[in-house]
């Protein structure tokens, strides 16, 4: 014998109807993105978009640094030859990126793809970043030697993943490893790395443990001159040279005071391989 479909249950006493009803979401206020124009080339200057989201590692906010503004203003006056493109070579690659600014910086001067590294709290952080500026970025005219026929010229590609330099051997990006004894990077950036006596160690063993051995490869490091860590820069430049190394360009640079409140004076070097010139005599 069939039977109607039964009603719904009544609420019973005292209960409350709504109880049942979803919570509303809780909204989580974006931070905000800082704009800095940065020159790409002498007469084209790009609005490079970054976001500083509540991460932190080495007891450090995500913050972008005076040393990265000047750093990234000045790459387009700091000509860099590329091999033709290969598995084993990161074009660039940025060791403790912070928010990627140099990095981002550097995909749109020279056109070629960059790896932004950090520890991994930062990634979520630079993985937004890239995101951000994602838009110019693919319309940027690759450079490229020995380029395949009929490949694209146009867009390159900026990703981010884990480097410590307490353990350097690997570089994570996604699910895939790089070695230093398989791969190296023909240009590394550094801005702002050094705040602890601990770095010029972990720094300068980094660099020699990626910088391909090329005429051609470079570092590029761009450092706040606090006076408390001026004794870490000597160190740092006394290692570099130690490890075969030698600073072919160097300047200052001040950052705009409405930006940065202090230590604005950055200092920016250049460093090649000593026992290894170029065809033009650098």
């Not at 290969?86 to 960059?114: F, R």
């Not at 838009?135 to 490229?144: A, I, K, Q, S, T």
């Not at 070695?179 to 020699?208: C, F, N, W």
Request: glycine share 10%; with cysteine.
């Amino acid at each position: 014998m069939s039977t109607s479909p039964s009603a719904p249950s009544a609420p019973s006493a005292g209960s409350n109807p709504s109880s049942d009803l979803p919570s509303p979401p809780t909204i989580i206020a974006s931070p905000p993105v800082r704009h800095f124009p940065t020159p790409l080339i002498p007469h084209l200057t790009q609005s490079i978009l970054i976001s500083e989201p509540d991460l932190r590692a080495d007891n450090l906010p995500l913050e972008t640094w005076a040393s990265s503004t000047i750093l990234a203003s000045q790459l387009h006056l700091l000509p860099v030859s590329f091999p033709d493109p290969s598995p084993a070579i990161i074009p660039i690659l940025e060791l403790g990126a912070g928010t990627g600014l140099v990095g981002i910086a550097a995909a749109g001067v020279y056109g070629q793809d960059v790896v932004l590294t950090d520890l991994e709290p930062i990634v979520p952080g630079l993985e937004g970043n890239v995101g951000l500026n994602l838009g110019w970025l693919e319309g940027v005219n690759r450079e490229e030697t020995g380029k395949e026929e009929g490949k694209g010229v146009e867009g390159v590609e900026v990703s981010a993943g884990v480097l410590d330099w307490t353990a350097p051997e690997t570089c994570t990006v996604g699910d895939r490893a790089y070695r230093a004894s398989e791969t190296k990077a023909h240009v590394i950036l550094a801005a702002d790395t050094l705040y602890s006596e601990e770095h010029p160690v972990l720094l300068s063993r980094t660099v020699g443990m990626w910088l391909a051995r090329d005429a051609r490869a470079r570092f590029i490091m761009g450092t706040a001159l606090r006076v408390a860590y001026l004794e870490e820069l000597r160190e740092l430049w006394e290692r570099l040279e130690g490890l075969g190394l030698i600073c072919v360009k160097e300047g200052k640079g001040m950052a705009e005071e409405k930006d940065f409140d202090d230590e604005r004076l950055v200092e920016w070097s250049v460093w090649r391989w000593r026992d290894l010139q170029g065809e033009d005599g650098r």
